[in-house]
């Protein structure tokens, strides 16, 4: 079974020696290894310790950024 021949790809071949993935990037924008999607487009993954879910607001992920918001509550208390 062929591989995918994009660098530091190792999926099976789907069509013209790409996997699925990079054949659709190529027909979309004519270059498989392009990736125009704008990075604040692109889900990231929470900037948490050990944690890799999707972020939702200000770099973390839903859990985490309760946790972030009531530990500065409690900070703003400790302060004022
Ligand atoms: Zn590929
Ligand atoms: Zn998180």
Not at 32 to 46: F, G, M, N, W, Y
Not at 47 to 58: I, Q
């Amino acid at each position: 079974m062929a591989n995918c021949t994009i660098n530091e790809c190792d999926k099976p071949v789907k069509a013209k020696q790409m996997c699925s993935m990079h054949h659709q990037r190529w027909r979309r924008h004519g270059d498989p290894v392009v990736t125009k999607v704008r990075q604040s487009a692109e889900p990231t993954a929470c900037k948490w310790v050990n944690c890799d879910r999707l972020t939702v607001s200000k770099g973390f992920c839903s859990k985490h950024y309760y946790i972030y918001r009531m530990q500065n509550v409690q900070k703003v208390q400790v302060n004022s």
